[in-house]
C-alpha cells in the first residue's frame, strides 16, 4: 500500500536555526497537508496545499513557516527562526481529491523536532 | 477551543468484550467524521469514517454511529483484539478535503 514518507525521523536544531521538513506524499494525491503535535497535546492543523498554493493555514503558521513542493514529489515545511515553543512531532499529510476517493488524508510516520 | 471532545483520556477493555469509545463535538458545520488509530512511533492510520447523511457506518470489527442531534459519535469495537491497544483520536472536518479537527484521543488497553 502506497505511503507518505517523512525524513528525517528525528531533527535536533538549535534555537534560531532554519529547519525543513521532508515529506513525499502519494504519487497521485493532490492535497497536502501539515500537522503537528505537541507533547501530550491534540494534534493541531498548520497548513493545506493544494495547486501550488496555500488553500489555508492556521493561526499557528506565521511568517516563520514556509511551505514548498520543489519539484513534483516532494513537500516541505520551513521553519526560518526556531523556537522553543517549535519542538513538537510534525505530521504530513495527503489525500485525493473528492469525490474520486472515500479515502481521507494519509499520515506520514512524522517528524520529531527538538529544539535546544 | 475545543470542537471536538473526546472526554475519555483512557479506557481498559477485557479482549473479546466490546471496545466502545466516544467522542462529541461542537462545530454543526462538520459533514464529515473520522477515527484515526495512532501507534507509538508512528502517525495516525486511518480507521473509518462517516458522513453526516448517515447514523451508522460498519467495517469489519468496527463501527460508528453518529447523533447528529446530540452533536456525538461513538466507536465500537467488538470482539477486541490486543492488538487494537492504541491512541484512538475522534476526528472531523467540514468537507473531506478540508483541514481535520483532532480531538486529544484515548488510549484504550486491552486486556489479556
Known amino acids: 500500500e502506497p505511503e507518505v514518507t517523512q525524513t528525517p525521523s528525528h531533527q535536533v536544531t538549535q534555537m534560531g536555526q532554519e529547519v525543513i521538513l521532508r515529506c513525499v506524499p502519494i504519487s497521485n494525491h493532490l492535497y497536502f497537508y501539515w500537522y503537528r503535535q505537541i507533547l501530550g497535546q491534540k494534534v493541531e492543523f498548520l497548513v493545506s496545499f493544494y495547486n501550488n498554493e496555500i488553500s489555508e493555514k492556521s493561526e499557528i503558521f506565521d511568517d516563520q513557516f514556509s511551505v514548498e513542493r520543489p519539484d513534483g514529489s516532494n513537500f516541505t515545511l520551513k521553519i526560518r527562526s526556531t523556537k522553543l515553543e517549535d519542538s513538537a512531532m510534525y505530521f504530513c499529510?495527503?489525500?485525493?481529491?473528492?469525490?474520486?476517493?472515500?479515502?481521507?488524508?494519509?499520515f506520514g510516520d512524522g517528524t520529531r523536532l527538538s529544539i535546544l | 477551543d475545543q470542537q471536538v471532545k473526546q472526554n475519555s483520556p483512557s479506557l481498559s477493555v477485557q479482549e473479546g468484550r466490546i471496545s466502545i469509545l466516544n467522542c462529541d463535538y461542537t462545530?454543526?458545520?462538520?459533514?464529515?467524521f473520522l477515527w484515526y488509530k495512532k501507534y507509538p512511533a508512528e502517525g495516525p492510520t486511518f480507521l473509518i469514517s462517516?458522513?453526516?447523511?448517515?447514523d451508522k457506518n460498519e467495517d469489519g470489527r468496527f463501527t460508528v454511529f453518529l447523533n447528529k442531534s446530540a452533536k456525538h459519535l461513538s466507536l465500537h469495537i467488538v470482539p477486541s483484539q490486543p492488538g487494537d491497544s492504541a491512541v484512538y483520536f475522534c476526528?472531523?472536518?467540514?468537507?473531506?478535503?478540508?483541514?481535520?479537527?483532532f480531538g486529544k484521543g484515548t488510549r484504550l488497553h486491552i486486556l489479556p
Open positions: 476526528a472531523a472536518s467540514v468537507d473531506r478535503d478540508d483541514k481535520i479537527i
Open positions: 462545530n454543526s458545520m462538520f459533514d464529515y
Open positions: 499529510a495527503s489525500s485525493v481529491r473528492w469525490p474520486n476517493s472515500n479515502q481521507p488524508q494519509h
Open positions: 462517516i458522513s453526516s447523511i448517515k
